[in-house]
């Protein structure tokens, strides 16, 4: 039986999901050879975690018996402009709010059991960061966007600053189409990249050299052939979404857990490197800052010092 995709985006959207897409769950051909491809160029730098599962990884209905459909929905986490001056250490705009995959989860599950009223007994998971499972091909496949040269989804109406979540589900649905790419021939992403860690064409990320990777997923210390070229960033980092031109439609997020933490932005690097562990406790608190803990944090502030 297919069923209409009206009332679940409806449903959605009660939640507090925007944009929601549903798609055939199928094995990725292309995009294993790709990712395949990509893990032997090294890209991934020290995420040996993107090695494993790589049958999961392509292929949906390996992690959920008897899946049918890929569910994608979109959380928006864009804050209002925040300025700050030299001596503060950059954040980018989703680790200033609530631990994001919490915030998510707890959406998820609310969904997961109005589905099961709306349609019954069903096998359903949801994931949020927590699975192998290529996000941002679903998210073009099902329409919520397209995988822009910086290879972020773009959503011609709301930009980039929003999380995706994914529903697996053993339902047959009216599917979502794709949009076309409305990259076009611009380049901001990628000539605004310090590190160079895009492509020259675009739609490839040396992640290794991406200054949110250097700041978050690298255990090691930060090369030095990075030194002058961070612009101040401490944890993750935005230049290629505060380029891009389809950031213009980006709204402020309703969500109240995103709403900016006012003690992490008053904090200045010096601040931030005498800053003691029941301090970082606090500050730490159900953030997504939580993730590089405090040496990590010193470690990435004294090198862009």
């Known amino acids: 039986m297919r069923h209409q ?24 051909e292309k995009e294993a050879l790709q990712l395949e491809q990509w893990l032997a160029n090294g890209f991934h730098g020290e995420m040996t975690y993107m090695e494993r599962y790589f049958d999961l990884r392509i292929d949906p209905t390996k992690l959920l018996e008897g899946c049918k459909s890929v569910i994608m929905m979109t959380l928006n986490y864009d804050q209002p402009q925040i300025h700050l001056s030299e001596d503060h250490p950059k954040v980018s705009k989703y680790a200033y709010g609530q631990d994001y995959h919490r ?4 959406k998820c599950d ?27 091909v679903w998210a073009e496949k099902s329409g919520i966007g397209w995988n822009g040269k910086n290879t972020l989804t773009i959503n011609p109406k709301k930009g980039s600053y929003f999380f995706l979540a994914c529903i697996l589900v053993d339902l047959e649905f009216e599917y979502t189409t794709p949009i076309r790419d409305h990259c076009g021939t611009c380049k901001k992403c990628i000539e605004a990249c310090p590190t160079q860690a895009i492509h020259p064409d675009g739609y490839l990320l040396d992640a290794s050299k991406c200054i949110s990777y250097l700041t978050i997923e690298l255990k090691n210390s930060i090369p030095e052939g990075f030194k002058d070229k961070m612009n101040g960033w401490a944890f993750g980092c935005d230049i290629c979404q505060e380029v891009c031109p389809w950031n213009r439609f980006s709204k402020p997020t309703k969500v109240p857990e995103f709403q900016p933490n006012l003690d992490m932005l008053q904090l200045t690097k010096s601040d931030w490197l005498e800053i003691n562990d029941e301090t970082w406790k606090k500050i730490s608190r159900n953030s997504p800052i939580k993730r590089t803990k405090r040496e990590g944090m010193m470690k990435n502030i004294k090198f862009i010092s």
């Open 110 to 136: 609310l969904l997961l059991h109005s589905m099961r009223e709306l349609y019954g007994d069903i096998t359903i998971r949801a994931f949020v960061d927590s699975a192998p499972i290529m996000e941002r």
């Open 5 to 28: 995709s009206k009332p679940f985006i409806e449903l959605a959207h009660s939640i507090g999901f925007e944009s929601v897409g549903i798609v055939q769950a199928q094995r990725l």
């Open 103 to 106: 915030v998510i989860k707890d």
